[in-house]
Structure formats: C-alpha cells, structure tokens
C-alpha cells in the first residue's frame, strides 16, 4: 500500500467527515435534530482516523516529535470520541429521555468525560502542530483546533444556532484541510542556519 493511495484516500475520507459534520449541522439549525441528521453524524466519525493519518502524512516531516505525539493523542481521541458519537447519535436518540439521562448518570458519564477530554487535548495539540508545521494552510489548522473542541464542550448541550454554527465551521475546516494542495514540507534541522551555510558552501567564518 502506497502512502499516495493513503494520502488519497485519506483526503476522500476527510471530506465525508467534513460534509457528515457540516451538512447536518447546517440543516439542524432549521429542523432540530432529526433521526437522519442524528444517523449522518454517528456514522460520519468512522472517516475521522484515516483522514487524520492523511494530515500527519502530509506534514510529519516538518511537524517532528512534536507533531508524532499531537497526532497519536488526537488518533486515540478520534477513535473514542467516535464511539461516543455513534452511541449518542444511533443508540441514546432512540431511546426515551429518562432511560438516556439515567444512563448518562452512571459510570458511562465518566467514560463519555474520558473520551472527551483526550479528544480535546489530542485535538488541541495536532491544531498546534498544524500551525508550527506550515505545511498546511492557517485558517482551517486553527478552526480545526477551536472547533472540534467546541464540538466536544457542547456535546451534552441542546441543539441551538450556534452549535449548529460549530458544526458548519469544523467540517468545512477539515474539507479544507484535506483538499488543500500539496505544499513543500519544512526541513528543520538541529544544525539551524548554520548548516544551512555549510551547505551553500560558505567559506566565511
């Protein structure tokens, strides 16, 4: 398999999670939460992790350590934070209000709590290395960041215009992000400007 083909298929996948997150978001502003709306979003997260390897592709060499670690804590999140989606969104909304908030009251809260913090920092720190990379582009690195934090603070709360608002700018951050085109990657190395010299073969001291 050929980092090309992860590459490609990593941007596809982080479209369908862009349009899964912004199209309901958008439309839910209008109608509420709706079983197709609630269906699209749980079903969604599962493009988060290859579109998210696609995005370390693209950078890891400017990223670095740094970027390595942002990267695996935002993977981990991904993937509890989209069993947490799925669970909220395919399971929880079909079942009566009361049942819902007896089971949220349990040990589930503290694992819904878990999963979310983990998403959000792992979120926070790849938005970062987004950023220090440059590789990819300022904007959508940084609404990535904010967004999709956002997304998780307001999980638990009632649908309003403004998570509506949250949702429309996190997936259309991440389409963003994985349609961008291919910019050169920063080479950074530990020898700094003075390699950078050397290799110009300069005779100056």
């Not at 978001?25 to 709706?34: D, H, K, R, V």
């Not at 908030?101 to 503290?110: F, K, M, N, Q």
């Amino acid at each position: 398999m050929s980092t090309t083909w992860l590459l490609r298929f990593g941007a596809a996948c982080g479209v369908l999670l862009g349009l899964s997150t912004a199209v309901p978001g958008l439309i839910e502003a209008f109608t509420g939460e709706t079983a197709a709306t609630s269906f699209v979003i749980g079903v969604g997260a599962a493009f988060g992790a290859p579109a998210l390897t696609a995005l370390h592709l693209r950078q890891q060499h400017a990223a670095g350590r740094f970027g390595a670690v942002a990267y695996a804590v935002n993977l981990i999140g991904l993937g509890l934070f989209a069993g947490v989606a799925f669970a909220l969104n395919l399971v929880l909304f079909y079942v009566d209000e009361a049942v819902a908030d007896e089971v949220l009251a349990g040990p589930t809260r503290i694992a819904v709590l878990g999963a979310a913090l983990v998403f959000v920092t792992g979120t926070i720190l790849f938005s970062v290395s987004m950023v220090r990379a440059r590789v990819l582009p300022l904007p959508p690195a940084v609404g990535y960041g904010v967004a999709f934090t956002l997304l998780a603070l307001l999980a638990s709360l009632p649908d309003s215009p403004v998570t509506s608002a949250v949702h429309v700018v996190a997936g259309g951050s991440l389409i963003w992000l994985s349609v961008a085109p291919h910019a050169p990657e920063r080479t950074v190395t530990a020898a700094g400007p003075a390699a950078g010299r050397l290799r110009r073969g300069s005779a100056a001291p």
